[in-house]
């Protein structure tokens, strides 16, 4: 089955659960477990830093960073698509009592002379700017890579106004492998950097932070504070260890099949009714069984969630959940259809059942499900 939503569905592989199986562990909290140890030495030194912190998510890693370098009242800059913004929950202003000051960036990107602009002047009117977020790759930019000459040109902008600089390269990986630029040379502009091994990387769980000494003694409190202290954590460290010994150079794969399903879709016009249609075809005679294609969510005549089986359309409108019309639960939706195609329901049961889950969901969280990429457009279920 290829899953198109989001590279956070990968799964462990044999080979990295035997690692973590085997893996030795000892109490992470008391600094003690080696294998948590050695992640973080690998870690340090592919980002060429000092040191490196082992937390729980992207998300923690994150915000952990915004903790150390921020007090409350500060102002952070940051790109307006930014998922330090954009989806860890209000985490900034929440735990660390800051502004967020949100540029608008060319798919991501931020220029220097943009930054520069925003930078809020001493005077005791306005909050200091005492961080900058940068995104690389940049997931709502449609991962995009940050030129290293523009992130230069914005180190020099900082320096020069005292200010710290925090990368969310959750997919930094995903950047080295196109350019060959070294993960250090993109590292060395920032003081601290965040890297996720849940994502195309394959393993379970688990993000590093790379910073000096200092600062990852720093972080290290604020992450229990923030209550990512981990025990016996050496068994993920070990799936972390495995996805950098193995998995980096196969991202590779991922964006020659992510080129070949970009080629197969060229031309077409998403979203709009036959712009969809059109793409469910191509990608069942790109390979997939079962497409999903959510457009519930769009405003107007053509918005439909589809289902295509590679012969005929269904219009999932009737079904949709009504008591929403955002994006959030048309993404749901279309997710659990999803799901329950991949576990073998015909198409009808699938959309009941996923219409089951959604309205009980909604009923105990009805925040659930925003969705990051325009990948979470299509569902594709592979043939055979
Ligand atoms: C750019 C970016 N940063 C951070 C995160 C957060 O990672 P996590 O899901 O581990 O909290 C994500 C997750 O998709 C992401 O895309």
Redesign the pocket.
């Given at each position: 089955m290829i899953d198109l939503r989001?590279d956070?569905v990968t799964k462990p592989s044999p080979a990295m659960r035997e690692a973590m199986a085997q893996a030795e562990v000892g109490d992470d909290v008391f600094g003690e477990d080696p294998t948590v140890n050695r992640l973080q030495e690998v870690a340090a030194r592919l980002l060429g830093k000092e040191a490196a912190l082992f937390v729980p998510?992207?998300?923690?890693?994150?915000q952990l960073c915004v903790r150390l370098h921020t007090r409350p009242g500060d102002e952070i800059i940051v790109e307006a698509g930014?998922?330090?913004v954009r989806?860890?929950s209000g985490a900034a202003a929440g735990l660390s009592g800051v502004q967020t000051h949100w540029l608008p960036g060319t798919r991501g990107i931020l220029e220097a002379d943009q930054i520069e602009a925003a930078i809020r002047p001493p005077d005791y009117h306005n909050p200091p700017t005492t961080l900058i977020c940068l995104?690389n790759t940049?997931?709502r930019g449609g991962g995009t890579i940050y030129p290293l000459e523009t992130t230069k040109a914005i180190r020099k902008v900082a320096e020069a106004r005292g200010i710290a600089m925090h990368l969310?390269g959750?997919?930094l990986f995903n950047a080295v492998v196109v350019t060959g630029v070294p993960a250090a040379e993109y590292a060395r502009h920032f003081e601290t950097v965040?890297f996720?091994l849940?994502?195309g990387l394959g393993a379970p769980v688990g993000?590093l932070i790379c910073a000096d000494r200092e600062r990852v003694v720093k972080l290290r409190r604020l992450r229990k504070m923030f209550g990512g202290g981990m025990r016996q954590a050496g068994i993920l460290a070990a799936a972390g260890l495995y996805a950098l010994e193995h998995n980096i150079a196969r991202l590779a794969e991922d964006h020659a099949h992510a080129k070949r399903l970009a080629e197969a879709l060229a031309g077409i016009k998403v979203p709009d009714a036959e712009g969809m249609r059109e793409a469910a075809r191509r990608i069942h005679d790109f390979g997939a069984r079962h497409v999903v294609i959510k457009g519930g969510h769009l405003q107007g005549p053509n918005a439909v969630d589809l289902y295509y089986d590679g012969k005929d359309f269904q219009e999932l409108k009737e079904e949709r959940i009504k008591t929403r019309s955002n994006h959030g639960t048309g993404c749901t939706f279309s997710a659990a259809i999803a799901a329950y195609l991949a576990h073998g329901l015909p198409p009808l049961d699938a959309v009941a059942r996923a219409k089951e889950y959604v309205t009980a969901a909604l009923r105990t969280a009805p925040d659930i499900g925003r969705g990051?990429g325009p990948l979470n457009h299509f569902h594709a279920f592979h043939k055979g």
């Open positions: 989001s956070t998510s992207g998300t923690m890693g994150n930014a998922h330090v989806y860890e995104e940049h997931n969310d959750a997919r965040t996720c849940s994502k993000s990051a």
